[in-house]
């Protein structure tokens, strides 16, 4: 069955710096997500993603985050200038349609120092 | 306002039947959903159920909806050891396609 793929799946970085987080959606799909769920806490939307452009996004999706398709299958979370609070699982979701349902990739565990 | 809350731990043996129940505010909710969290894994989705229906069943799964009282549940019949994991409710809300709003999920522990 077709999965939805993150890289890397544990990601430590200094206060201050950037990170890429990666994910290959299913390829028929149409509809780009990302979640983070801080540990102990609630899986959180924060921003979605179709035609090319962003189509919704969260208060915590600030100047800090961008995402990118930079080609077919890559869809990328660009986290600027790290802060200790960006430490969380951060996962990526796909879906065929607007209201299909999401499928989720395993995550990436970005620990910030 | 949308909040999405479940209990927080339920503990079956095995061979049991496991309930898990979530409660929803936004009544114009248009799908609810069930994900399976498994230790250091992703989120799988187990199974949905549109809002205009009472009830899903799927194999080992039963999903009831009251859209009266805005409550949904699980069921798993038969519980199983590799059943134990973490269950998400989540709700979709049509102002926002495909946005899901989470609760804070279910721990499940089934014991042999």
């Known amino acids: 069955e077709p999965e939805v793929t993150q890289t890397p799946s544990h990601q430590v970085t200094q206060m201050g710096q950037e990170v890429i987080l990666r994910c290959v959606p299913i390829?028929?799909?149409?509809?780009f997500y990302w979640y983070r769920q801080i540990l102990g806490q609630k899986v959180e939307f924060l921003v979605s993603f179709y035609n090319n452009e962003i189509s919704e996004k969260s208060e915590i999706f600030d100047d800090q985050f961008s995402v990118e398709r930079p080609d077919g299958s890559n869809f990328t979370l660009k986290i600027r200038s790290t802060k200790l609070e960006d430490s969380a699982m951060y996962f990526c979701?796909?879906?065929?349609?607007?209201?299909?349902?999401?499928?989720f990739g395993n995550g990436t565990r970005l620990t910030v120092t | 306002g949308e909040d999405v809350e479940q209990s927080l731990f339920l503990s079956v043996r095995e061979g049991d039947s496991s309930v898990i129940n979530c409660t929803y505010t936004d009544s114009s909710s248009t799908y609810l959903y069930w994900y399976k969290q498994e230790p250091g894994a992703g989120l799988q989705l187990l199974t949905y159920i549109f809002s205009n229906m009472d009830m899903k069943q799927d194999q080992r799964l039963t999903v009831l909806l009251n859209k009266k009282d805005k409550h949904l549940s699980l069921r798993i019949a038969d519980t199983q050891t590799g059943d134990s994991a973490i269950y998400f409710c989540?709700?979709?809300?049509?102002?926002?396609?495909?946005?899901?709003?989470f609760g804070k999920g279910t721990m499940l522990l089934v014991s042999p």
């Open positions: 989540a709700e979709i809300l049509p102002s926002v396609y495909s946005t899901l709003t």
């Open positions: 390829s028929n799909h149409l509809y």
């Open positions: 979701a796909s879906s065929r349609q607007a209201n299909s349902p999401l499928h």
